[in-house]
């Protein structure tokens, strides 16, 4: 997905053409899970449970605190805890307010998740630091009454406060109430097969694609990887029976199948990128598609691809496999941004774009074991209050004109095919340098978010306050936005070659956001087959509250679009964003594109590139 900033004004989004990479997302065991007991308020029955889990790598790591209250419900709480080693601290927290003194860590809970009933969850989550060794603290307090799993009297010093929502993975953003979201959530067993549950990911394996995993094990050192579920795009009509002898829809779901029934009762998630509405990456060049809203493509896009998918997936024999959906990736935003390009505003101007996602919705959403997930582009296409506010009054306008109304949409994904960082750890949006805020920066300019989990975040509280179901859960592509050390050139202007593990200590705004973010690209803007880029988390269910996975929608290794021109028979051009050579535009700042040489089209084996992305992998593969 490509992303471009107009400054301040209209971002005209630089959307990243890529296909044939939706991701499932697997559950993704942590380094270090401790389950404690946790309490509740004061002059009230308290008790309750926290489990902590974290991930780390050397020298940082990441942790979250899931809180349930097991007494009388309670209005706030404070949540204490004592790191048990010296050197280990809280660099960046959220879903709660932090502090620390010595190894004495507390977090109080924010106005919107301060309330919590009898058994009712909230998490909260934080990036930190280590020096010798990080060891999970055993011990907590929940407004001053030390947590034991069981039901008591308070005692005197407890204070009328409660804990905070988030879950398994970084998120640099505040995050909504998690008694409601599926995502902060879990059971102990699944429910029965065919059961639409709030959340396809929790509890569930991710299926892994038999044509990527032979591509990825071809590959030096592939084999540490290509296990990870991928997502299967549907680009095209001919996609729905596989293209030349590669597999079709049918035999996905087969394997599918196949791969659910090595699972015992664990149920297993297999997602599909619904990508084909006429007038397709109508800003872009490389991944255009066949049909044209001209030549009658609204209706061939309705009963020659919707219908023939919906029809597949309907089978019964499918009926216990989760199928989630990612609806037209950069469809809808381009709605917002980028009707100065012809075939947007026909997109537009003939509704054809709204229709086209309507009827999915309603095609997909009649269907009991497949979800939906409506591409949101990424912070640094909509971030802007002049893009954010009008995209959130399209996509509610666009799910309530379904049969379904706003129950069609399961949740929105971001980053889909993008290399934005999932989570900037060494500053905010709030962050000041010498005084000055860094929106201020020539990296953020203006814009509201720094990263992808602030923006689902705040997207997703945005349309749950428009009018949407309270339990929508967001995802996030994170299968090239890890940016571990920089292996290629250019890595980024005025930058460091190696990921920062700290924040600068410059006073020049700019100087010290381009010396603290992790994301190395260029420009915000750039999108086409970036250099520097790694692969990020790996694919995991309720990272944090609000979200439902982390997902690798765009397979490591295909390619967003061409290098130079390449004839070919699948309606892809050549965009100049692809070319190495290209020093911009007025979207990117007039930058250097940031893309590698020698690319392939769209989608195609880039060999070059899935080895830059397993050097540049953060967490590192192992």
């Excluded at 301060?114 to 990036?127: D, M, P, V």
């Excluded at 008591?152 to 953003?173: F, K, V």
């Excluded at 998690?178 to 995502?183: L, N």
Aim: glycine letters at 10%; a neutral charge; aromatic letters at 8%.
């Amino acid at each position: 997905m490509r992303s471009v900033p107009l400054h301040g004004r209209i971002r005209q989004a630089l959307r990243s053409p890529v296909r044939r990479a939706v991701a499932t997302a697997g559950v993704v065991a942590l380094a270090s899970a401790g389950v404690v007991a946790m309490a509740s308020s004061a002059s009230a029955a308290a008790g309750c449970r926290v489990t902590y889990t974290s991930s780390q790598w050397p020298g940082g790591f990441t942790a979250y605190a899931t809180i349930t209250n097991l007494g009388d419900a309670i209005s706030s709480w404070n949540l204490g805890f004592d790191f048990p080693a010296a050197g280990q601290s809280v660099t960046q927290g959220w879903s709660a307010t932090w502090t620390q003194s010595g190894q004495h860590v507390n977090a109080a809970s924010l106005s919107w998740n301060g309330a919590l009933a009898t058994n009712a969850s909230t998490q909260i989550g934080f990036n930190g630091a280590w020096t010798s060794s990080n060891p999970s603290p055993t011990v907590f307090t929940l407004n001053g009454v030390t947590c034991t799993g069981a039901t008591s009297s308070p005692s005197a010093s407890s204070s009328a406060s409660s804990s905070p929502s988030t879950s398994t993975s970084p998120s640099s953003s505040t995050s909504p109430s998690s008694s409601t979201s599926p995502s902060s959530s879990t059971t102990s067993s699944p429910p029965p097969p065919g059961t639409h549950v709030d959340n396809p990911y929790a509890g569930a394996t991710g299926y892994v694609n038999p044509e990527w995993k032979a591509k990825a094990n071809a590959e030096t050192g592939g084999s540490r990887i290509s296990n990870t579920s991928t997502a299967v795009w549907l680009d095209r009509i001919a996609a729905i029976n596989g293209v030349n002898g590669g597999m079709g829809l049918r035999a996905h779901l087969d394997a599918a199948v196949t791969q659910d029934a090595a699972n015992g009762s664990t149920p297993l998630t297999i997602q599909f990128v619904i990508y084909d509405l006429p007038n397709r990456d109508c800003s872009a060049l490389a991944s255009n598609g066949e049909l044209l809203i001209a030549n009658n493509g609204l209706a061939r896009y309705k009963t020659e691809y919707i219908d023939p998918i919906a029809a597949i997936m309907a089978d019964s024999k499918y009926r216990n496999l989760r199928i989630s959906t990612v609806i037209e990736p950069d469809s809808l935003p381009n709605l917002i941004t980028n009707l100065s390009f012809a075939k947007c505003a026909e997109a537009n101007s003939t509704g054809a774009y709204v229709q086209g996602v309507q009827y999915a919705l309603n095609k997909l959403h009649a269907l009991s074991n497949v979800y939906t997930y409506i591409d949101a582009a990424h912070h640094a296409w909509l971030g802007w209050d002049s893009n954010f506010g009008p995209t959130v009054n399209l996509f509610y306008t666009v799910a309530s004109g379904t049969t379904a109304g706003v129950s069609s949409v399961d949740g929105f994904i971001v980053n889909t095919a993008n290399t934005s960082a999932t989570v900037e750890p060494n500053f905010t949006v709030g962050t000041t340098v010498n005084g000055t805020s860094v929106r201020q920066s020539k990296w953020v300019d203006w814009n509201q978010y720094v990263d992808e989990q602030s923006f689902a975040i705040g997207l997703r509280n945005a349309l749950v306050s428009k009018g949407f179901q309270s339990g929508i859960g967001m995802l996030i592509d994170t299968s090239r936005n890890g940016w571990g050390n920089c292996v290629q050139t250019p890595c980024a202007a005025g930058g460091p070659a190696t990921r920062p593990t700290s924040a600068s200590t410059s006073t020049d705004v700019n100087t010290f956001v381009n010396n603290s973010r992790i994301d190395r690209r260029i420009h915000a803007g750039n999108w086409c087959n970036q250099s520097g880029a790694g692969m990020g988390y790996r694919p995991t269910a309720s990272p944090a509250a609000g979200l439902d996975a982390y997902v690798w929608i765009k397979p490591p290794g295909e390619s967003d679009g061409s290098s130079t021109e390449i004839p070919n028979d699948e309606g892809k051009g050549f965009d100049r964003m692809c070319d190495p050579t290209y020093t911009g535009n007025s979207l990117n700042g007039n930058n250097l594109s940031g893309a590698l040489p020698n690319a392939p089209l769209a989608g195609q084996w880039f060999s070059a590139q899935f080895q830059q992305l397993m050097a540049n992998a953060y967490p590192p593969l192992s």
